[in-house]
């Protein structure tokens, strides 16, 4: 898993050691399986939200992990152009390579731990895809993407595109060094992430070693989301377990809890996990497709201005790769 990191973690900065006695640590409320489809032009994906209540989301509205899968040349596929408003997404690419485009003049590819962040705003096009030279060669692809609710206010707010490098992140370790995080938005006991965000949240992926466990310090007024990449592990104050496409729900408190088991499997021999908080916005949420809106009369305005052709007009040309 080439996602950004450190040849020696004991040079990062720590995470502090909390006080057992003192400190409230969350309780799982709730550990669902993601259930396998297909996206776009047809490449594997895990829903990590299905099944979970929306009020337990919020300020999150969908989270797809893509792959991983090893493709044979000719295989790579993406997305067609298509439409979004009223929330943003990001896209966090582990393995392999993706390129995006926007009808706004946002673009490019990512690679090996970096994040493409699109705020759709008031309405775009954009497409997503890998490039030329890997359909051709093939090869492991692997990544994530969550999409962000925007507050009413925020909704019809002119798109806006950040190319985030894996680099950018902040690094810092656990007490005894048996974990590396990288904060991609937010931030972690004052270790900003490069992701500027209108909703109040924080994203880090988290890399464990087998028999390490993480105290992590949590908003109290953030929700608590905790996905598993890869690995297996314990999850909550009560170490409740988890397994590779599981997401843990938490209750309140101000702490997180999590380890990974002393033996893992050759395949994926760390914990990986994609954590995420944020400030409920708590608004009405009506979403079809590609709209995430708060009334039904904002979504049925939002597929007019789709077919009307004033979300934007396809590129007549594909962006250069940027690196």
Do not use: C
């Amino acid at each position: 898993m080439p996602a950004i990191t450190v040849e020696n973690v004991l040079v990062l900065p720590r995470l502090p050691r909390l006080d057992e006695q003192t400190t409230e640590y969350r309780k799982v409320t709730r550990v669902v399986t993601a259930p396998s489809g297909f996206e776009g032009e047809g490449f594997p994906v895990r829903r990590a939200f299905a099944g979970v209540p929306m009020t337990e989301l919020d300020p999150f509205i969908h989270l797809d992990q893509m792959g991983e899968v090893d493709y044979a040349p000719g295989e790579p596929k993406g997305t067609p152009w298509h439409p979004h408003r009223g929330f943003e997404t990001v896209t966090y690419i582990i393995d392999g390579v993706f390129d995006h485009q926007d009808s706004n003049g946002g673009g490019g590819t990512i690679t090996d731990g970096d994040t493409q962040w699109m705020t759709a705003g008031s309405g775009l096009l954009h497409i997503e895809a890998p490039p030329e030279h890997l359909v051709v060669s093939g090869g492991l692809f692997h990544g994530l993407q969550l999409w962000v609710n925007l507050p009413r206010v925020a909704k019809m707010s002119t798109p806006r595109y950040q190319d985030i490098r894996g680099k950018e992140s902040s690094l810092l370790t656990s007490p005894d060094g048996g974990a590396l995080l990288r904060v991609i938005a937010g931030e972690v006991d004052g270790h900003q992430g490069p992701g500027s965000t209108h909703t109040p949240i924080t994203i880090t992926h988290v890399t464990v070693q087998p028999g390490a466990s993480v105290d992590l310090p949590w908003r109290s007024d953030f929700n608590a989301l905790v996905y598993v990449l890869g690995g297996r592990g314990t999850v909550g104050a009560e170490r409740r377990p988890v397994h590779t496409g599981q997401l843990a729900v938490h209750g309140p408190g101000e702490a997180l809890r999590f380890g990974a088991d002393a033996s893992q499997d050759s395949h994926t021999p760390v914990l990986d996990l994609y954590i995420m908080g944020g400030q409920p916005i708590r608004e009405p949420v009506a979403q079809y497709g590609p709209f995430v809106m708060n009334t039904r009369d904002e979504l049925a305005k939002a597929f007019e201005d789709y077919q009307a052709g004033r979300l934007g007009v396809i590129p007549a040309a594909r962006l250069p790769h940027t690196n």
